[in-house]
C-alpha cells in the first residue's frame, strides 16, 4: 500500500468516527449544558465557593466572572512556578525564572500551552499536575462555558440572562472533560504511554548538571492534551516522543480526541436554538474548511517540493518513520486547525508551502473546528459576518436565528475579528523593529515565517511552534504572553456582550426575504466570507514568508 493511499484511508476513518459519535456525544453535551439538575459533588462545590446554581448573570457579570477566576488561576499558577523548589515532588528544580513563569501562567490559563521549555527538566511533578494538567481542563471549560453562553444569547429573547458561569464550568470539568480524560487515559496506556511517577531520564546533558528526572504521569497529560486544548506536553517534542505517542494507533486516537469536542459542539448549538439543521449547517462549513487544510497539507508534504525531498520521494526531515509522512501532516493540519497546538513533527522542516498550510489553519481564526468551545463561537461570529454582508447586497436589515443584527450586533463581531490580526502584525512587525527577529534560526523568508507563526500561534492561542527559534528571553516571553492573554481575553468581551445584545432582542419572524441560514448556499457564503477575510489580512504576510520561499 503506497502512503498517499494510507494516509487517505486514515482521513477517512477519522471522518467516519467523528461523523459516528457528532450525534451521540453532542446530545450527551447538550444535556449536561441545558439540564436543571445538580449532582452531590457538584452541589458541594458551589457551597464552598459560594454560588446559587439558581442565580442567572447578565453578560456583563458572566464576563466578569470569567476574567476573575482567570485571574486568581493566573497569580496562583505563576505563584506555584516562582516557589517550585519548596514544594513537595519538586524534583529538585529551581524555581523558574519571572518572565517564564509569567508566560507558561498566561499560556495554560487562556488555554494555549505554548512551551518555552523542556517540561521534564523545569517543572516538578506537582507544578505539572496541580498547576499545568488542571489549567487543561478548566481554561477549556472556560472556553465551552462562553460558546454555551453566546448560544443562549440566540435561543433567549427579551431577557439579559445568559445562565451561570460557574456552573457551566463546573459541569462541563465534571461531566464532559474528566471523562473522556480517563477513558482516553486508560486507552492511550493500553498502547504504550507511560503513566507513573517513577523510572529515570537522565537530562544531565541538557542541564550540564547531575539531575535526575523521573518519568511522569504521562498518559493523563497527553490526554488531557489532546482533548483540543493544549500544545503542551511532558516532553518537549511533544507526541513525537514513544512515551506520548507510541505507534500509529494511538496517533490515531490522539488526532480524534483533538477533533471529538469542536467537531460535536455544533449539535448542541442546534439542540438550543431548537433547529437541529442549523447545527449540521455550521459543521458542514467547519467539516469543508478542515478538509481542505488536511488535504493541502498533504499534498505539499507528499509533493516533497525541493532537492532533497524530490530525491527520496517525500519531505521527510522532522517526521517521525512509524508515523510517515502523511499521518504526520495529518496530526499538523489538525493541530493548527483546532487550538491543540500538539505536535509530532517537526513544523519548521516543513515545505514551504506546507509550513504555510499550518499557518494559513491558525490564521483561519481556529474555526475548523477550532478549539473547544472557541471554534463554535469564532465560527458563529463568521456567520453574524456572513448575513451582515448578504443583507448590505440585498437591501434589507441582516437577520440571523431570528435576530436582527444591527449596527450594535456588527460592531461587536467586527471587534472580534479584528483583535487576533492586529496582534499577530504587530508583534510580528515588533520583533524585527527591535531586533528580537534574530532569535530565529533562519533568515530570509524563511526566517519571517518563523517569526510570524510564533505572534500568529500565540495571538490565536495555539500552542505548536515552528520551533526554529529561540524564545526563551525576557523580550520574547513577555510579547508572546501579552499576546496570549489579549487574544484570549478580548475576543471573550466582545463574544459574551454580543450574546447580552441578542438575548434582549424580541425574535423577528422569517419571511420571504429572510436569508435561509440551514442551506449549502448560507454553507458556502460562510466559507467563502472567512477565507476572503482571511487572505486580505494575512497574505501581504505570507507573500513575503512562506509564499516567497516555495517560489
Request: proline letters at 4%; glycine letters at 12%; hydrophobic letters at 50%.
Amino acid at each position: 500500500m503506497s502512503m498517499t493511499t494510507a494516509g487517505v484511508l486514515f482521513v477517512l476513518s477519522l471522518v467516519a468516527a467523528l461523523v459516528a459519535v457528532h450525534r451521540p456525544f453532542g446530545d450527551y453535551m447538550h444535556r449536561v449544558v441545558a439540564g436543571t439538575r445538580s449532582s452531590r459533588v457538584e452541589r458541594g462545590i458551589y457551597r464552598l465557593v459560594g454560588v446559587n446554581p439558581a442565580a442567572e448573570q447578565t453578560w456583563g457579570v458572566y464576563a466578569r466572572s470569567v476574567l476573575a477566576f482567570s485571574a486568581v488561576s493566573l497569580l496562583f499558577l505563576y505563584a506555584l512556578q516562582r516557589l517550585q523548589n519548596h514544594l513537595w515532588l519538586s524534583l529538585g528544580l529551581d524555581p523558574v525564572v519571572p518572565h517564564g513563569a509569567w508566560n507558561t501562567a498566561v499560556s495554560f490559563v487562556t488555554n494555549t500551552n505554548w512551551q518555552w521549555y523542556s517540561g521534564e527538566s523545569t517543572m516538578g511533578h506537582l507544578v505539572q499536575m496541580a498547576g499545568l494538567a488542571v489549567q487543561n481542563f478548566v481554561s477549556a471549560a472556560v472556553g465551552i462555558a462562553v460558546a454555551v453562553a453566546l448560544v443562549r444569547g440566540f435561543a433567549r429573547s427579551r431577557t439579559g440572562e445568559l445562565g451561570n458561569f460557574w456552573v457551566d464550568l463546573t459541569r462541563v470539568t465534571l461531566r464532559i472533560l474528566l471523562p473522556i480524560a480517563v477513558l482516553g487515559a486508560l486507552a492511550l496506556m493500553l498502547g504504550g504511554v507511560v503513566q507513573n511517577l517513577s523510572g529515570g531520564t537522565d537530562v544531565t546533558t541538557l542541564t550540564g548538571g547531575t539531575q535526575t528526572v523521573t518519568g511522569g504521569p504521562v498518559a493523563s497529560q497527553e490526554v488531557i492534551k489532546e482533548l483540543g486544548t493544549n500544545g503542551g506536553g511532558f516532553y518537549n517534542v511533544n507526541s513525537a516522543h514513544p512515551f506520548e505517542n507510541p505507534t500509529a494507533w494511538t496517533n490515531w486516537l490522539e488526532i480524534f480526541l483533538i477533533l471529538v469536542i469542536p467537531f460535536s459542539l455544533p449539535r448542541v448549538f442546534g439542540r438550543m436554538v431548537g433547529q437541529k439543521r442549523q447545527g449540521y449547517a455550521i459543521v458542514a462549513v467547519m467539516a469543508i474548511l478542515a478538509l481542505a487544510g488536511i488535504t493541502l497539507t498533504n499534498v505539499f508534504e507528499l509533493a516533497g517540493d525541493g532537492t532533497v525531498p524530490q530525491a527520496v520521494g517525500a519531505a521527510l526531515e522532522g517526521k517521525e518513520v512509524r508515523f510517515d509522512v502523511s499521518n504526520s501532516a495529518t496530526f499538523a493540519a489538525a493541530t493548527t486547525l483546532t487550538s491543540t497546538g500538539a505536535v509530532n513533527s517537526f513544523h519548521d522542516s516543513y515545505t514551504a508551502l506546507g509550513g504555510m498550510m499550518t499557518l494559513g489553519n491558525m490564521m483561519l481564526g481556529e474555526v475548523a473546528p477550532g478549539g473547544v468551545g472557541a471554534g463554535l463561537y469564532g465560527l458563529l461570529i463568521l456567520a453574524v459576518i456572513t448575513v451582515f454582508v448578504a443583507g448590505l447586497m440585498v437591501g434589507r436589515t441582516p437577520e440571523y436565528l431570528g435576530k436582527k443584527i444591527g449596527s450594535r450586533e456588527i460592531k461587536f463581531a467586527s471587534m472580534y475579528f479584528l483583535i487576533t490580526p492586529a496582534l499577530v502584525l504587530t508583534g510580528t512587525a515588533a520583533a524585527f523593529a527591535t531586533g528580537n527577529d534574530s532569535t530565529a534560526l533562519n533568515v530570509g523568508p524563511h526566517g519571517l515565517s518563523e517569526v510570524l507563526y510564533a505572534f500568529t500561534s500565540a495571538s490565536n492561542n495555539n500552542g505548536s511552534a515552528f520551533a526554529g527559534i529561540t524564545v526563551n528571553t525576557q523580550w520574547w516571553n513577555t510579547a508572546l504572553g501579552l499576546c496570549m492573554l489579549l487574544g484570549r481575553f478580548l475576543p471573550i468581551i466582545f463574544v459574551l456582550a454580543l450574546a447580552g445584545s441578542l438575548a434582549r432582542q424580541q425574535p423577528t419572524p422569517a419571511s420571504e426575504g429572510t436569508l435561509p441560514t440551514h442551506r449549502p448556499l448560507f454553507v458556502g457564503m460562510v466559507v467563502g466570507v472567512t477565507v476572503v477575510l482571511v487572505a486580505l489580512t494575512f497574505l501581504p504576510a505570507l507573500a513575503l514568508g512562506p509564499l516567497a520561499e516555495g517560489l
